[in-house]
């Protein structure tokens, strides 16, 4: 695969699904940190309940996922329809959608590496720290959050994969739109459906084998400059 | 973190309503993608913006209108789809138009020389060898499967060959089954046929053994307070006029 | 400030089916808490500290009242001036002996800072340390630092758990001998919990027996 084999078009693409799949990532951390923090940390009634609806994405085919964001969030559902008539606000046909899509998609993955992070951690060390004059938040910033570091840089990793190789909800929720929602994999699907449109497929699927690669390369070396302990991502 | 968060609410609510000042969205089924694309070129070259095409599957498109999808013009590749739109009130009933039909056609690789006239009785199970497979789009859920199996069915040759089917998620894969020689015979539309270099028509099917086979194309209904594009009315004028039908022919369609 | 004791200290809390607790006063000086595995030594040390809530009863120390059940009043853990010492030192995996030791020190209010970085490291001889990770440290190095780490955070009094116990004999040794200059040269009150009879001959200023209840 080389360079000059991509078209303006397939450039588009690759922009498109790194933005997707970066928005996606960040936008979801808060969120996966949140519901790890509930799951690792707390004892509630219903969180068996929170557990397995987390876990959903994972186990229900993608193209379900996305039947079920477009019922909410499509223009005519109860969320989206509130959406657009009281902001202006559309995501359904538009990246942030897409955006939408991966990132609940990559949340299951991204919790459960956020939460083995927290449930690997002493809370002797919190006491600790405790003892010393830190208040909650300082603890969280001080020994939690640097603690978990390792297990939330999985998250983004595992998470900006998940989102690179997002489909079957994507495609149900936003379409693909060259553009605004024709990710890689959506990308790569439309091109099998034209005859003799082989060498679109390989150079697509090549430069999401690369970015992937080039994806966990940054994370070991990330991982690597904050102090070895965080080792491995994957 | 936070930060990061404000400005993501930002953008979202930044992103304007509509994908482009002027230029249509378009949802049309997969086998029309190099049609309308060359159509939508045509269009944009008469100084109209140039559509947004998006392709999926009829169904998958459906839902998405179901859904209050933010497109003004939705061509479909059956006929039931529409018609459950329609019954929801969901499509601009007036605009509704059958736009092209389209025809089934027996294919073998592009190398092969299959000589069979499909007829009532024909020996297909017999031109598929001792266990060659023939490749078809899934009978049971997709249009162009259940269609090759209606004209089978009413030439009288589904029994002899039902347990030799390849079934394939849609037509251009059951296609390309037949372009890379892992099925001998295939039943595709003709559209399909003329697009690839890789198979050859054996014969095409009597348009009477099967349902007529319309893609039908509508403008969607204004909900939420949207304006219509005029534009998208355009392009619909424009795909059933002279100039877009002559495109449409091209691509092996057939009239209305 | 006048008060009758260092420590003033009445608790019970119910532990599964057990109910651990100790009501002792302490002076200045070193207080051993004695007594047999179980008695709840340590849970009895956790809650003068502020990490475990007792059921009942009252703390003071130093003549303040941070726990008391009837008047509700429960000091965070945080807010209590005490310099914890565990068993296992508990430094920061992710953090070099140096911001280990600052940790508590920068928390601390500038009136609460009795005693220089610097005069830590030269007492507790940990100069050629700072540098390095925890678990890089042998266990006696480690407790040096722990202890350090406690002295630094503005501690009106220490509370030290069984501190020897993870130690070769060589390293006890090195650590009695801080913990007798911490008694002797800063004159910290100090809590100190074992159920080893020598060395609570050998450091107590005061012993205190506690039973099971």
Known sequence: MNAAALTAADW????????????????????????????????FFGRVLLDALVHLPLVLPPVVVGWALLLLLGPAGPVGGWLERTLGVTVMFRWTGAAIAAGVMALPLMVRAIRLSLEAIDPRFEQAAETLGAAPARRFATIVLPLAAPGVLTAVILGFARSLGEFGATITFVSAIPGETETLPLAIYSALQIPGAEARVWALAGVSVLLALMALAGSEWLARRHGGSGGRVL | MLRLLTALIALLALTPPALAATA????????????????????????????????????????????????????????????????????????????????????????????????????????????????????????????????????????????????????????????????????????????????????????????????????????????????????RRFLLGREGQAILRRHGFGPA | MSFEHAFDVDVRRKLGDATVGATFTADGGLTVLHGSSGAGKSSGLAMVAGLLRPDSGHVRVLGETLFDAAAGIDVPAYRRRLGLVFQDGRLFPHMTVRANLLYGWKLADLADRWIEPAVVIEFLGIEALLDRRPRTLSGGEAQRVAIGRALLSGARALLLDEPLTALDPARREEILRVIERLRDELKLPMLYVTHDREEAARLATQTITVERI
């Open chain 2, 24 to 235: 249509p969205t378009v949802l049309a089924a997969a086998s029309l993608q190099e049609a309308l694309t060359e159509a939508a070129d045509a269009f944009a070259r008469a100084r109209h913006p140039r559509p947004v095409l998006a392709f999926a599957a009829s169904s998958a498109l459906a839902r998405q209108v179901q859904a209050g999808a933010p497109a003004d013009m939705f061509v479909s590749a059956d006929e039931q789809w529409m018609d459950a739109l329609a019954a929801k009130r969901l499509i601009v009933a007036a605009s509704r138009r059958d736009l092209v039909t389209n025809a089934l056609v027996l294919i073998e690789p592009a190398a092969g020389s299959t000589r069979l006239a499909i007829a009532r009785g024909f020996p297909l199970a017999r031109a598929l060898g001792a266990s060659g497979r023939l490749a078809l789009a899934d009978p049971a859920a997709v249009p162009a499967g259940i269609y090759a199996k209606a004209a089978l069915t009413s030439l009288g040759v589904w029994p002899s060959v039902a347990g030799r089917i390849a079934a394939a998620e849609n037509v251009r894969a059951a296609m390309a089954l037949v372009e890379h020689g892992q099925a001998p015979l295939g039943i595709v539309y003709a559209t399909d046929a003329l697009a690839s270099a890789k198979v050859r028509v054996v014969a095409r099917f009597p348009s009477a053994s099967h349902p007529r086979i319309v893609y039908p194309v509508a403008l969607i209904a204004p909900i939420n307070g949207r304006a219509a594009n005029p534009e998208a009315e355009a392009f």
């Open chain 1, 12 to 43: 588009q693409v690759i922009a498109l699904s790194l933005k997707v799949s970066g928005v996606a990532v960040l936008a979801t951390l808060p969120v996966a940190f949140g519901l790890a923090w509930a799951l690792a940390r707390w004892r």
